[in-house]
């Protein structure tokens, strides 16, 4: 299966391995900067392969080759046309977090890839860990029993460094806050394990230690599920002086699970009322991961591989995709508003929020790096 890869910056290098290790032929990638296409095929040990095409404009790279899979990985802001403009081509895609900026072009992307038959996959690796897989069948075997409350705390870290090596990260129209960025993955795990169909939204953001971003460095929301859980949301890049944990809570009537480490790579608590031969496996559980994007990369690659040979729809699909963003947009809504946001939210785009906070007494420019 042919295969090019759109944008080579900092969480390329899981997409390339991820693809190798799946056994993807690596056409072609595809970069504004040359550079970057070397240094990350350099990491790889790729870069005296010559069958493998450099572009520099991604809808030339559509047109000159035969590509069956594509992922997306530039910022945010240049997702959802990219991910259009491959549905348009009849390319299958893979679409980095978010999956658009706004609920207008997620709809779009769903609508023209089931109008075009072409399989979008949303990039929530997450789901893959070991941890939330474990999680997730007890969930669906019914040994929670009766959901009470779940919750999910990104406690990361994210200093000048970070955003100075891109300027577009931490702007409302390329990239949200720590919110869209750093947490979403946690949100989508809680969406997904709580019962995806969302009541009621009310968040708080705020820029308390980056004055240079335009965008929160924390927020908070409450969630009201139809099913009457009730859920809650933390994320924050303000944790001194590293990254602290990624952590979701899930509570029923006879089940309390807490997935910890970096990136809800851990089982930390696992506790049921029937007691079974797995439990003793699970509890301590610690899967290695060389970064804070974990393991779940080949898996995601993988399943979406079998998704497209097999003509059915990715583990972790666009509709997914819309429902992290949609939480996402609710919580800057509601903080924006200073209200409740009901769900389902329309036509909201970050781009909305833009004036949340003051702008920033200094920019980070490409001369500040």
Known sequence: MNYALIGCGRIATNHIKAAAQNGLNISAVCDVKPEAMETLLARHGLECDGSIQRYTDYKRMLREND????????????????????????????IEKPMAMSMADAEEIIRRSREKGVKVCACHQNRFNTAVQEMRKALEQG?????????????WNRNRDYYAQAPWRGTWAQDGGCLMNQCIHGIDLLRWMMGDEVEEVYGVTRRQLHGYLECEDVG???????????????????????????TLYLFGESGTVKLGGKSTNHIDVWDFADECEVDSRNKGFQEAASNVYGNGHTALYADMIDAILNDRTPYVDAVAGRNALEMVLAVYQSSFTKAPVRLPVKNASSMDFAESFPLPQERLTAETE
């Open 220 to 246: 908070m929301a409450v969630v009201k599920f139809k099913n009457g859980a009730i859920g809650s949301i933390e994320g924050t890049a303000n944790v001194y002086p590293k990254n602290l944990e990624e």
């Open 143 to 155: 040994r929670f029993g009766k959901l009470s409350h779940g919750s999910i705390h990104v406690r």
């Open 67 to 94: 590509i069956q899979l594509a992922a997306i990985a530039t910022e945010s802001g240049l997702h959802a046309q990219i991910a259009l403009d491959c549905i348009d081509a009849g390319v299958n895609v893979i």
